[in-house]
C-alpha cells in the first residue's frame, strides 16, 4: 500500500467504534448457534438477538438508558439465575444457557472496557460449544467458521485500542455524529490488505491445525464425559412410556427426519417394503391413556458397556462377526428408545453407554434421552412380524390360561394386583362400556371361539369397514370410556384409535394384546443411500399373543395392508420410493457430517492414518522412480551416438536457455509495473531491478571524495550532478508511484560518471 494511503489510520475513537460492532456481530452469531436447541428459550433469544442488533443499527441507545438501571441490573440478574436454577431442578442445562444468554444480552447493551470485551468473547465461546455438544448439526461447521473470524478480529481491535497512545477508557461523545454508512466506507478506505491477508492466512492455519488434530488426538465425546450434558424429561416425539390420545398424531406432521439407517448388502435386501420401527410398548390401558405398566418396568435391567448383546430367547444363535451392522442416527430429543425392526444379536455404541432393556417387552433404549444425535450399530438385525413370548416366571401363571379382566371405571386409581401379562388382558368394565364393546365381539365372532390370527383378521376388516383415517377427530359424548364411545361410533380416526380399539376388542375376546408405537415405513435417499424415516411416520399398532407361544404384528390403521402379508421383492432399494428432494440433498449432507466428522471413531482414526502413511509413501516411491527414470533416459541419450538429430536438439535447448535469459534480463524494463502492484499486497520489493539499478549507482556517486572539485575540473554543473543524484535517490528509496522516468535519469547518471573516469 502506498504512502498515502498508509497515512490514513482509523482513530482511536473510530477503533472503539469497530469493536463495539465486531463484538455485537459476535453476540448475533453466538446466538444463532443456539437457535437449534430445544431449551425452550425462543422468546429470550428473539428479544437478545433485537436488542443486539438495535444497538448496532442505533450505538447511541446505550449511554441514553440511566444509570440507575445498570446499578438495578446486577441484584436483579443474580434472583432470577437463581430462581431460574431452583425451579429447573434437576435439569442444569436450561437454566445455565439462559444464564448465560442474559449476561451475553447484558454485555452487548453496555459500552464495554477491555475487561468487558473478554468476559463477552468468553461467554460467547461457551454458548457455541454447548451448541455444539448438544446439537451436533451440520449447521454448526458453518457457525464455527464465522465465529471465529469475528473472534479474532475483536481480538485484535482489543489490543489496537489497548496499545493506542489515548486513555484506554470509553470516549466521550463518542457517537454524536455516527452514520453507520459513513463508518463503513471509511472502513473500508483504510483497509489493509495486508493485514487482511495475514489474517486469512492466519484462519487457514487455524483450520488446518484443527483438523489435524480432530484427525490424529485420541476420540472421545465431551457430552458423553460429562453425564450432565444429557437432558432428561419427556421426549419431544411423543415416545415415552405413556401415550395418551394425540400424542403420537401430534407429531405426525411433522416433516423432519428422525431417524437414518446405513444398511450392509444384506440388510438391504432384508428390510421389508413397509418397515415397523418398533420402539416402545404399552401393556396397561388407564384413565384414557395407554402406558407400561410398573411390573412390566421392573424387567428393565441396565448395562453400562460400550456393547450391549442380547441373549435372545431359548434356543437362539448368533453368527459370530456377521458382516450384517446396520448404523443407526437417531436424532436428539426423540425418545430413550431405540427403534429397532426386530431381534438383534448386539448394539455397539461410540463410548460406554448405559442400556436399558427389558427381555419381556423385547425393548432397548437408554436411561436418558440424548441431547444430541444418538450413533448406534446393530448386528444381525431380524426383520420378522412375530416376536417370541418369554416363558412365565416362577409362580406365574401361562398367559394362555389367563382371562379377561375388567377394571372399575369410577375408581381413579389402577388396580395394584393386576400385573404383566395380566395386564395385557384389562379392559374398561362398567355397563356403559360392555354395552358396546360386547355386542362389538359378538359380530366380529359371529358367536364362534376363533383363534388369535383368524379374529385379528376379521376385527380389523370391521374396524376399517365402520370407521376412516383422519388426524381431526371427533368421539361423540356420553358415559362410556372415550375410546370405547369411538369405537362405537362411524366417526374417522388416526393410528392411536384404530389400535387402542383393536387391543379392547381382543381382550374382551380372551386374546392377550399390547399396543406398540414406533414409526412406519420410510424413503430412500437418492443420494448417500441410506434410509430416512421422518417424525410423518411416527405410527402406533397392535402386538396379539397367539396359542403358539409368539407375539404377532397387527396394524388396524386403514392403509396398512391386511395381516399376514409381505414383499418378495429382492431389494429395497427396487421397491422403496427414491427421494431427490432438495430437502433430501440438504439432508445427504448432514448424513456425510454425521458419517465423516460427528461419527469418526478411533477405528476411522486409524484407518485414516493409515491410509495418509500409504498415500505419502506411494507418492515417494512414485517419485523417485519418475526422477530415475528421467535421469536414466538423459544419461542414456547422452550415451547414444550422435547423430544430426542429436545435434538439432541439442542446439534447440541451447537458443531455448538463451531466449529465457534474455526474457529475464528484459523484465527489468517492465516488470516495476507488476512490482507496483504487488506492493499493494505487501509483497517484498527489494528485487525491483530499477531500484537495485540506482541503488548501485548512488554508491558510485557516493565513492567519489571531494565531488565539487573534481566536477569542476571535468566541467561538470555542480546542479547537473545534485539533480541527478536526488532522482536516483528517488528511484532507489521514494514510491513508486511518485518516482521520475527512470531510463533518462539512469542514462544522465552514467553520462556524469563517465566523465569523472
Known amino acids: 500500500m502506498s504512502a498515502a494511503i498508509k497515512r490514513v489510520r482509523l482513530s482511536f475513537e473510530e477503533l472503539f467504534q469497530l469493536k463495539w460492532m465486531t463484538g455485537g456481530l459476535l453476540s448475533l452469531v453466538s446466538l444463532w448457534t443456539l437457535a437449534y436447541l430445544d431449551l425452550n428459550i425462543g422468546p429470550l433469544l428473539i428479544l437478545a438477538a433485537i436488542s443486539i442488533l438495535a444497538t448496532m443499527l442505533f450505538p447511541a441507545l446505550p449511554g441514553k438508558i440511566p444509570a440507575f438501571f445498570w446499578n438495578l441490573t446486577t441484584p436483579v440478574l443474580i434472583i432470577v439465575i437463581i430462581a431460574d436454577f431452583i425451579f429447573s431442578r434437576p435439569d442444569i442445562i436450561p437454566p445455565l444457557v439462559r444464564m448465560v444468554l442474559l449476561l451475553v444480552m447484558v454485555r452487548s447493551l453496555q459500552y464495554r472496557r477491555r475487561r468487558e470485551d473478554m468476559q463477552l468473547i468468553l461467554l460467547c465461546l461457551f454458548m457455541v460449544v454447548i451448541s455444539g455438544v448438544l446439537t451436533l448439526s451440520l449447521t454448526f461447521a458453518l457457525q464455527i467458521l464465522l465465529f471465529t473470524p469475528c473472534a479474532m478480529g475483536l481480538l485484535f481491535v482489543i489490543n489496537l485500542t489497548e496499545s493506542s497512545d489515548r486513555d484506554s477508557g470509553i470516549p466521550s ?8 454508512g459513513h463508518f463503513l466506507k471509511r472502513a473500508f478506505f483504510v483497509l489493509d490488505i495486508r493485514l487482511l491477508g495475514l489474517a486469512a492466512l492466519l484462519f487457514a492455519g487455524v483450520v488446518i491445525v484443527s483438523s489435524l488434530i480432530f484427525l490424529f488426538i485420541p476420540r472421545f465425546r465431551l457430552d458423553q464425559a460429562l453425564p450432565f450434558l444429557n437432558l432428561k424429561g419427556k421426549a419431544r416425539s411423543g415416545f415415552t412410556d405413556s401415550i395418551d390420545f394425540g400424542d403420537v398424531a401430534e407429531i405426525i406432521e411433522d416433516d423432519s427426519v428422525a431417524l437414518r439407517v446405513d444398511l450392509p448388502e444384506e440388510g438391504v435386501a432384508k428390510v421389508p417394503v413397509n418397515p415397523y420401527w418398533r420402539m416402545v410398548v404399552l401393556d396397561e390401558y388407564f384413565n384414557r391413556s395407554f402406558r407400561m405398566s410398573f411390573s412390566a418396568k421392573r424387567k428393565n435391567r441396565v448395562y453400562s458397556d460400550q456393547q450391549f448383546f442380547m441373549k435372545g430367547p431359548p434356543g437362539s444363535h448368533w453368527e459370530e462377526d456377521s458382516p450384517n451392522k446396520w448404523t443407526f442416527y437417531l436424532e ?17 455404541f461410540q463410548t460406554r453407554k448405559d442400556v436399558e432393556f427389558n427381555e419381556i417387552l423385547n425393548l432397548a433404549g437408554t436411561t436418558n434421552i440424548s441431547s444430541s444425535v444418538l450413533f448406534y450399530q446393530i448386528t444381525q438385525m431380524e426383520t420378522t412380524d412375530t416376536l417370541p413370548a418369554y416363558p412365565p416366571f416362577r409362580g406365574e401363571k401361562p398367559l394362555s390360561e389367563m382371562e379377561t379382566v375388567f377394571l372399575d371405571p369410577n375408581k381413579s386409581a389402577k388396580p395394584k394386583k393386576i400385573t404383566y401379562p395380566q395386564t395385557t388382558l384389562a ?29 385379528s383378521i376379521r376385527a380389523v376388516d370391521y374396524l376399517r369397514s365402520q370407521h376412516g383415517y383422519a ?59 441410506y434410509y430416512m424415516v421422518r417424525n410423518r411416520d411416527a405410527h402406533a399398532w397392535c402386538e396379539v399373543y397367539d396359542e403358539s407361544g409368539v407375539w404377532f404384528r397387527v396394524d388396524p390403521t386403514p392403509g396398512s395392508g391386511r395381516l399376514g402379508e409381505t414383499s418378495e421383492s429382492a431389494s429395497l432399494r427396487d421397491r422403496l420410493i427414491v427421494d431427490t428432494s432438495w430437502s433430501a440433498y440438504f439432508d ?71 531466449v529465457v535469459y534474455l526474457l529475464i534480463r528484459s523484465l527489468g524494463w517492465w516488470l516495476p509495473i507488476i512490482y507496483r502492484e504487488a506492493k499493494f499486497f505487501g509483497l517484498d520489493l527489494k528485487s525491483d531491478p530499477i531500484r537495485k539499478k540506482a541503488g548501485k549507482l548512488v554508491v558510485r556517486f557516493r565513492t567519489h571524495t571531494s565531488v565539487n572539485t573534481q566536477i569542476k575540473a571535468e566541467g561538470v554543473r555542480p546542479e547537473d550532478w545534485d539533480r541527478v543524484y536526488q532522482q536516483l535517490l528517488v528511484l532507489r528509496f521514494g514510491d513508486n508511484r511518485y518516482r521520475p522516468a527512470h531510463r533518462p535519469v539512469f542514462r544522465q547518471a552514467s553520462d556524469l560518471l563517465k566523465l569523472l573516469n
Open 173 to 180: 461523545n463518542l457517537w454524536d455524529d455516527f452514520h453507520l
Open 471 to 529: 388426524l381431526d377427530i371427533s368421539i361423540p359424548s356420553g358415559e362410556a370410556d372415550e375410546l370405547v364411545r369411538w369405537l362405537g361410533s362411524n366417526e374417522a380416526g388416526h393410528c392411536e384409535l384404530f389400535a387402542g380399539s383393536f387391543t379392547l376388542l381382543a381382550r374382551l375376546a380372551g386374546i392377550p394384546t399390547r399396543i406398540v408405537t414406533g414409526f412406519q415405513g420410510g424413503t430412500w435417499s437418492g443420494f448417500e443411500n
Open 427 to 455: 379392559v374398561p368394565g362398567g355397563r356403559a362400556n360392555l354395552e358396546i364393546l360386547a355386542p362389538t365381539v359378538e359380530r366380529i365372532t359371529g358367536g364362534e371361539k376363533l383363534d388369535a390370527r383368524e379374529f
Open 332 to 348: 436428539g430429543g426423540i425418545s430413550k428408545f431405540l427403534p429397532v425392526v426386530g431381534q438383534f444379536h448386539s448394539i455397539r
Open 588 to 658: 445427504s449432507l448432514r448424513i456425510l457430517w454425521y458419517r465423516r466428522i460427528v461419527n469418526f471413531d478411533k477405528d476411522q482414526q486409524d484407518e485414516m492414518a493409515s491410509k495418509f502413511r500409504t498415500v505419502g509413501v506411494e507418492t515417494m516411491d512414485t517419485l523417485k522412480l519418475l526422477f530415475q527414470d528421467r535421469m536414466d533416459a538423459l544419461r542414456n541419450w547422452f550415451l547414444k551416438p550422435w547423430s544430426g538429430s542429436h545435434w538439432v536438439r541439442l542446439g534447440v535447448i541451447l537458443l531455448l536457455s538463451l
